[in-house]
């Protein structure tokens, strides 16, 4: 018996970052590599014939020209919005009032929230996602759930309990003091616990008062090591709200600023129409923006200025934002973060969209030295692509000439018929058929 495993096929690895380096410099393709896995982590990645002859005993898995690569991280998801995923024909607040409020109120339920947990990282896993950072609800017992729910199946997961103590409905809101008690002892409870990491998540702006926001900026100042999510300039309507309710702000992000919700291992979902102080201030701290191209599509927000931000080196993230998002699916978000990158007139590279995927949702994170990249050390969690899932991306594939034209139709047309296999914390997940 060996506890060795040799994963062989094409093998993607990353040494920089594409968007700062020239993608050929930054991603690379092995057409005969190789990765080691040893337990949970990987040993190794290189050739696959000297890894063989150097490891006699490991045991062979061949993917043949099946394309190897990181699990993808998905930045930014509501697990919660599972149910009313692809509901029709509202904005974001109106969306939030009609379809989201209503069946967040759901998870009060312990069993709802676990059921609803586990079919969300079954729909993830089958679309060889390994990681996601949610939203929960304002209910602890929805957090426990998803941290349960990861734990079971081996996985690493960022979460936290969404606050809100007002415009939301009776039934979903806490207070400031409850907030803070409720996210502390999450935090304290999950945080490091297995692969399990806490975010405290107050929901946006609109839905804090100053006193959350100061409780949550307080708890994060106790907890540096946590990281910390919101929503940022999603939608014109929404900004203007923001405007009105906090005139002493000089911007968006400055509602965050001012209660101590700025910093490094801040996560900014969407940050779509933004000032150049709010990017100027981004990349002096650190924080990183994450990008949801199915959702501000879907909820018609707007086109996320990829390249400014890239030009400013603030860290970005790709993400479903399931349930505003309408797919689960990150090679579809690639597709339609390629197709946002063209109504603003630049096109993105396959090697990039790759990256965004694993490698620059981990940097958002901070959780570049154990996922997102297939290097020793890291955490063992693969996702194994198929490059000719349907006859129509195969017989494109098959008059590509090099591995990225061979690569883009399953990013552009590919679905979770694409996704080979997927491997959690070095144990391999049967993909769903
Ligand atoms: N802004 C505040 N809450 C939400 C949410 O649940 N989804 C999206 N897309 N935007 C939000
Ligand atoms: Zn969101």
Redesign the pocket.
């Known amino acids: 018996m060996t506890d060795l495993t040799l994963l062989c096929g094409q093998v993607l690895t990353f040494s920089g970052d594409p968007f700062v380096t020239s993608w050929q410099d930054a991603v690379h393709v092995d057409s005969a590599g190789g990765v080691l896995i040893r337990g949970g982590l990987i040993e190794a990645v290189g050739d696959a014939s000297d890894l063989r002859k150097a490891h006699p005993s490991a045991k062979i898995v061949e993917y043949g020209d099946k394309l190897i690569l990181p699990g993808f991280v998905d930045a930014h998801v ?1 697990y919660p ?1 599972t149910g009313i995923i692809a509901s029709w024909g509202k904005r ?1 607040i109106d ?2 009032n009609t379809y ?1 409020f209503p069946e ?1 109120m759901l998870f009060g339920d312990p069993a709802y929230a676990a059921d609803v947990a586990g079919r969300y990282l079954d729909l993830t896993l089958a679309n060889g996602t390994t990681t996601v950072c949610s ?1 929960a609800t304002i209910h602890p017992t929805s957090v426990d759930a998803i941290f349960e729910a990861a734990a079971l199946r081996g996985q690493r997961v960022v979460a936290g309990k ?1 606050c809100m103590d007002r415009n939301a409905p009776d039934g979903l809101r806490d207070t400031a003091q409850s907030a803070y008690d409720d996210s502390k002892a999450l935090l304290e409870k999950w945080h490091g616990k297995g692969r399990a990491q806490y975010a405290i998540t107050p ?2 702006s ?2 804090s008062t100053v006193e959350q926001l100061e409780a949550l900026g307080a708890l994060w100042a106790e907890h540096p090591e946590a990281l910390m999510q ?2 940022l300039s ?2 014109v309507d ?1 900004i203007a709200w923001v405007k009105d309710i906090y005139p002493n702000a000089r911007d968006y992000l400055d509602t965050y600023e001012m209660h101590g919700l700025l910093g490094k291992r801040g996560v900014y ?2 940050s779509i129409h933004m000032e150049p102080r709010e990017m100027d201030r981004l990349a002096e701290v650190g924080g990183a923006v994450v990008h ?1 191209p199915t ?2 599509t879907f ?1 018609g ?1 707007g086109l996320f200025d990829l390249a400014a931000m890239k030009a400013r080196t603030i860290p970005v993230g790709l993400a479903t ?1 399931t ?3 309408s797919s689960f699916s990150m090679l579809r978000t690639m597709a339609a973060a390629y197709e946002v990158a063209q109504l603003r007139g630049v096109a993105v590279h396959a090697s990039q969209l790759l990256w965004l995927a694993t490698a620059g949702s981990a940097h958002s994170l901070h959780l570049q030295d154990h996922i997102g990249s297939l290097k020793a050390g890291n955490d063992a969690d693969i996702c194994v692509l198929d490059l000719a899932s349907t006859p129509a991306i195969a017989y494109r594939t098959s008059r590509a000439t090099d591995i990225w034209e061979a690569v883009f139709p399953t990013i552009m047309m590919g679905d979770d018929r694409a996704i080979a296999d997927v491997w959690v914390n070095g144990i391999q997940v049967a993909p769903a058929t």
Do not use: A, K, V
């Open positions: 509501h919005q974001l969306w939030l989201t967040e939203y969404t929901r946006f609109p839905t919101t929503h999603e939608q929404e979902g969407h949801c959702s501000n909820i927000s934002d349930g505003g998002g």
